[in-house]
């Protein structure tokens, strides 16, 4: 052993631990403009980790000081001067519990808010009608059964907001079968998030199917603007989030609807109006 322990690698490991790693992860995190859910909960985690490494090099520091020569290892480590030195790792524990408490309280709050948005996006799109769903894979409606209202009749502006509400709300429960049975068997849909087009229920179920594998959007119609007979634009509030619950965009969009015999026959991501 040296004869001061501040030439001792438990020293300058207690160097790093306390200031040279707490203050690295806290310029990168101030760099950084978006974090995930999961970043800040290993920042929380490493805090505590870093706690406890403190306690340990200070435990095993004070022992040393006991059997150094030096006056000055004593009284910095061996004595009550050195309780100080503990609120340090008191402080980086205290910081990551309130990390991981805020990520835990967050998460709950989400899951709670998502689970109650899941549920009436659900009753909304029980709304649809066993004629639409019937329309929709080509059979005929039951004897007796009124058509559904045309694109050309009085009331095709509320039947066409009306099926429009209910294709968003399916779309957000991810209720897939909910809303082609809104759509035409050969309903053309945008690729928005991947390019192109698709066309017909099978290729919009698998172009949605894969797009939820890689993020969680959210579409709130806004207004509808009834352009001409069986079109209609939709502004439309879309959230994006990744899988870990990082908002990747808030914005608002246009989608222009082509409604054919009650159902949604073409659908375009269009310019809003000024």
Known sequence: ????????????????????????????????????????????????????????????????????????????????????????????????????????????????????????????AAAVTPRQRQASRGHSPQPGALPMPSSTSPTSSTSSTFILRAAYAAFNARDIDAALALMTPDVAWPRAFKGGSVAGHDAVRAYWTEQWEDIDPHVEPVAFHHEAPGQVLVEVHQVVRDLAGVVLADEQVGHRFTIADGLISKMEVATLPD
Do not use: C, W
């Open 1 to 124: 052993m040296n004869d001061s322990i501040f030439v001792e690698k438990e020293f300058f490991l207690l160097i790093v631990v306390s200031i040279i790693l707490p203050v690295s992860l806290y310029a990168f995190m101030m760099m950084k403009q978006s974090l995930s859910r999961a970043k800040v909960m290993l920042l929380g985690v490493t805090m505590v980790f870093i706690s406890g490494a403190n306690v340990v090099l200070l435990h095993r520091l004070a022992a040393m000081a006991k059997a150094s020569r030096s006056l000055l290892d004593d009284g910095m480590f061996s004595s009550e001067i050195s309780l100080a030195l503990y609120l340090v790792p008191a402080l980086f524990a205290g910081i990551g519990i309130n990390i991981i408490s805020h990520v835990i309280v967050r998460h709950l709050e989400d899951a709670e808010q998502q689970f109650d948005r899941l549920q009436r996006e659900k009753k909304a």
